[in-house]
């Protein structure tokens, strides 16, 4: 007898998200460079927010965020009202899809972009619409070609991952006004901080109506582990996405270490200028070796092999000397290894184990 029990639409189309790996088999001393999270962790303020956190577990958290909100507001400029904050910002994606796209409903993201937009577009019974990058590069007239009178969402990267790559503000303006009425564009800015200069969208944000960021303690502020993202956009579509919040979202230690971190701008930037030493330093000794890469403005590399054999015997290669990265064939790029930029040990290392694998030292 087959079950009457069924859920929505679209549900059972979703692949389960996978994570990067996070052990070896036997192995001690692993390095995980598989999941672009920054190697120093977050910086000695965050953890003493979070530690005293534990004297105030007993209290339920505040709902409005206002504490975070209000020091994202200082440091970036922006107005604190238009801010919300999400279990990550995969979180504030999930909201969006869930109060935009229904059923018949289009949502374009490009062929290499980021899980999650498949996922949530699915969840919320919408179609997922995948257009074709340039050389593994967003290509706006292609993402507008692609456009109809369902599209409700157009998500981009920039910097995209797993490509590293970004298109510039130029591009980004006539995506936003390319789009037809009905559709909102959603710059994802998981990686914007570690890009220098990069407003990540903001004043496209702030001159017209149609346009979102989100952005992720995820990433540069290591807190990956804690769950914290924001959006920020159009007075009416934050008010909307606060409507299906859930009002204790998060938690009262993960606001405190969010805020503490956002206001910790000379960590972000020792972190930023580390980060883009230690990847040109890697992706010029990838290519010494054979290894090439598209340059990268964010805090992972896609390092390119002859074909999809040669780069999963690498993967194999680095796993057995204790070193995870990310096979990105889920990503339509089944020729890359996606690693992330850790710290100096850490890219010497890698350096070393890729070149033991071309056979070129012992
Ligand atoms: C890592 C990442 C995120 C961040 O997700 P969180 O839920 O904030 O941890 C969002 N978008 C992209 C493209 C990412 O790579």
Redesign the pocket.
């Known amino acids: 007898m087959t079950s009457k029990i069924k859920p929505q639409k679209g549900i059972m189309d979703i692949a389960l998200y996978v994570g990067g790996a996070s052990h070896v088999e036997g192995a001690s001393n692993v390095l995980k460079l598989s999941s672009?999270e920054n190697p120093m962790g977050p910086s000695d303020v965050v953890k003493e927010a979070f530690s005293r956190a534990v004297h105030s577990l007993h209290r339920y958290p505040n709902t409005d965020h206002s504490g975070l909100r209000h020091a994202i507001g200082e440091v970036w400029q922006l107005d604190p009202d238009r801010v919300i904050c999400g279990v990550?910002?995969?979180e504030i994606i999930h909201f969006l899809c869930q109060a935009y796209v229904g059923a018949g409903d289009e949502v374009i993201f490009t062929e290499h972009g980021?899980a999650?937009y498949r996922i949530s577009t699915l969840a919320a019974g919408g179609t997922p619409a995948e257009v074709k990058e340039r050389e593994r590069v967003t290509d706006v007239d292609a993402i507008l070609a692609a456009c109809t009178k369902k599209t409700k969402i157009v998500f981009l990267?920039n910097p995209n991952?797993p490509t590293g790559t970004m298109i510039g503000q130029a591009d980004l303006a006539r995506l936003a006004e390319g789009i037809p009425p009905q559709t909102i564009l959603v710059i994802?800015g998981?990686y914007a901080e570690y890009v220098e200069g990069y407003d990540a969208g903001l004043k496209l944000i702030e001159a017209r109506s149609n346009v979102v960021m989100?952005r992720?303690f995820?990433?540069i502020y290591g807190l990956?582990g804690l769950?914290v993202?924001w959006g920020y956009g159009p007075r009416e579509i934050i008010d909307v996405l606060n409507r299906i919040r859930g009002p204790f979202n998060l938690s009262t230690a993960a606001l405190a270490a969010a805020e503490a971190a956002v206001r910790d701008t000379a960590y972000v930037a020792k972190c930023r200028a580390d980060n883009a030493r230690w990847r040109d330093w890697l992706a010029t000794g990838l290519a010494e070796i054979g290894v090439p890469t598209d340059t990268s403005t964010a805090n992972f590399i896609l390092a390119r092999f002859g074909s999809e054999e040669e780069a999963n015997a690498c993967d194999d290669h680095l796993r057995a000397e204790g070193i995870l990265v990310r096979r990105v064939a889920g990503y339509k790029l089944p020729n890359c290894l996606r690693i992330t930029v850790g710290d100096e040990s850490a890219c010497r290392r890698i350096v070393h184990a890729v070149a033991q694998f071309k056979g070129l030292r012992t």
């Open positions: 672009n990550g910002s995969d980021f999650m990267a991952n994802d998981a989100t992720t995820s990433k990956g769950r993202g």
